[in-house]
């Protein structure tokens, strides 16, 4: 079992300017981290503003995720991973709770980068 740091880099399916960029671990190309750093870039009403964040298993399956953002940011959100290798044009759901009512929105992975050449 081999693991290897990656950069994965996500696009929202619906406006690609809207990305997210995150920093894991991965074994035999299947996720394998607890936590995962990541900067999420997203149109704030007025621009696009980038939120640091951190991705925390939920269940130790590697799939789903939730989220903790910085600046104080009070959103819920979870991100959902398939159980299988990652690849390119793979899809990622985010689900993000906003009162009682989620909202779903779909990446798509555009780059998988070793970080360790």
């Not at 789903?64 to 959100?77: F, H, L």
């Not at 009162?99 to 990446?107: A, D, I, Q, R």
């Amino acid at each position: 079992m081999t693991k290897t740091a990656v950069q994965i880099d996500l696009v929202w399916t619906e406006d690609e300017s809207q990305a997210i960029c995150i920093y894991a671990i991965q074994s035999n190309a299947k996720l394998a981290s607890e936590k995962m750093h990541c900067h999420l870039i997203e149109w704030n009403g007025e621009e696009n503003e980038i939120y640091p964040g951190l991705l925390i298993d939920e269940d130790g399956t590697h799939c789903k995720y939730s989220a903790e953002w910085g600046y104080n940011n009070q959103r819920i959100d979870f991100f959902y991973f398939l159980d299988q290798p990652l690849a390119v044009g793979q899809l990622v759901t985010r689900t993000q709770i906003l009162s009682s009512t989620p909202e779903s929105f779909t990446y798509r992975i555009t780059s998988i980068m070793s970080l360790l050449t």
